[in-house]
């Protein structure tokens, strides 16, 4: 069993398009983490929450952890090609290491 | 942040045949760790790396299999033995940095492509 569900696994959206992917777990996490990985690259971290109810934004992009630490949404305004990507969540278990679900493939259209 | 460089970043193997993965960090770290990313599969950790002591290995990954040296705090190789077609994945070197708060960030490598013939 995934310990991290990511939904939905694709979505394909026209550039200016807003866009919400969804990370769910049955587990509470002390912090989660949204990663982007482009083709033939490693993921590269973008933000780390770790409050419960917590809201970050980086520019068009906004996070935002649960209330009770065990599911992060993350959106996309205005949608650009450049926004194209894998979007992975991950987050700390019990023997302290990082769980990563099976990302949202996000695809921008110009 | 670190910066990870991997070597190499893509090769075509045949069956049977074992391969070293490089990993550089411009930094030196504690921990580094090696990931297995399968199409559409989530990144599954193999084991991690501790300089000066045997690697740990996750459930299903074994030293025979994927045997790694780490022999200072800046460099790391995982190699694939054997390979058969079902190794065919990136690979992924990554470490780990510590944040104020107590919360730990993990960086990637670049991440070598290997293809099983």
């Known amino acids: 069993t995934q310990l991290l569900e990511q939904s939905p696994q694709f979505l394909s959206i026209q550039e200016g398009e807003n866009l919400t992917v969804y990370c769910n777990s049955s587990?509470?996490?002390?912090?989660l983490q949204w990663y982007r990985q482009e083709p033939g690259e490693g993921p590269v971290l973008l933000v780390t929450?770790?409050?419960?109810?917590e809201v970050k934004k980086l520019k068009r992009l906004t996070f935002q952890f649960g209330d009770a630490r065990k599911d992060s949404s993350l959106h996309i305004t205005a949608a650009q090609p450049g926004d194209t990507g894998l979007y992975l969540c991950a987050g700390i278990h019990g023997n302290n290491r990082l769980a990563f679900g099976k990302g949202n493939q996000v695809v921008v259209i110009p | 942040s670190a910066v990870i460089s991997q070597k190499p970043s893509r090769d075509i193997c045949q069956r049977g045949t074992s391969l070293t993965i490089q990993c550089q960090v411009d930094?030196?770290?504690?921990?580094m760790f090696w990931y297995r990313q399968q199409p559409g599969q989530s990144l599954t950790l193999i084991a991690t790396?501790?300089?000066?002591?045997?690697?740990?290995?996750e459930s299903g990954f074994v030293i025979d299999k994927f045997p790694i040296s780490r022999p200072n705090l800046t460099f790391s190789t995982l190699t694939v033995s054997n390979m058969s077609p079902e190794d065919s994945s990136i690979y992924l070197c990554?470490?780990?940095?510590?944040?104020?708060?107590?919360?730990?960030?993990?960086?990637f490598g670049p991440g070598t492509r290997l293809t099983v013939t």
């Open positions: 930094s030196q770290v504690t921990m």
């Open positions: 587990s509470v996490f002390s912090s």
């Open positions: 990554s470490v780990e940095e510590r944040r104020t708060g107590g919360s730990y960030e993990q960086y």
């Open positions: 790396a501790n300089q000066g002591s045997e690697a740990t290995y």
């Open positions: 929450v770790v409050t419960g109810g």
